[in-house]
């Protein structure tokens, strides 16, 4: 018998059940009908934010961000690579610091970009700098638990 996994909708913060064996048939959100697990970054809000890492029974890495970083700015593409070769196993995610400056406080934030890995309530790892994707793929393996 399959295991029901919590995932939290990152457009609508509906929270849905989705077995784990099919996790690969590319769920959708019960209530807007979002696709849960494409392998794609969004960028969400600090009420999703809270929501998903409290919830969540899979990996969402977030990269904690501003417009005005260059390193930020050259790690968007490779952190939208990892999220693609990584998917349906590990979801990925951004949030504007500038925007919301209290998750910047809440989280201990010093300096960007910053990953930051969490699941089921907890914060899992960090890891502060800009990165190609191997290197992120590598420690989501290692300090996140993400499958190979």
């Known amino acids: ?9 990152l457009d609508c913060g509906a929270v849905n059940r989705v077995p784990d064996d099919r996790l690969g048939a ?21 009420k999703i934010l809270n929501k998903a890492k409290k919830n969540d029974d899979i990996p969402l890495v977030v990269d904690f961000w501003a417009p005005w970083c260059g390193p ?21 995610a951004k949030i504007n610091t500038e925007d919301y400056p209290q998750v910047s406080m809440e989280h201990g934030i010093r300096g960007i970009p910053l990953l930051i890995a969490f699941r089921a309530g907890r914060e899992l790892a960090r890891q502060a700098g800009a990165m190609p994707a191997a290197q992120i793929e590598a420690f989501l393996r290692s300090k996140a638990g993400a499958p190979a």
């Open 72 to 92: 930020c700015r050259m790690m968007a593409p490779e952190f939208a690579k990892a999220a693609r070769n990584m998917a349906p196993n590990v979801r990925f």
């Open 26 to 46: 590319h769920p959708k959100c019960g209530v807007c009908g979002s696709k849960l697990l494409e392998g794609k970054v969004t960028e969400i809000d600090r």
């Open 1 to 9: 018998m399959s295991k029901q996994l919590k995932i939290t909708c």
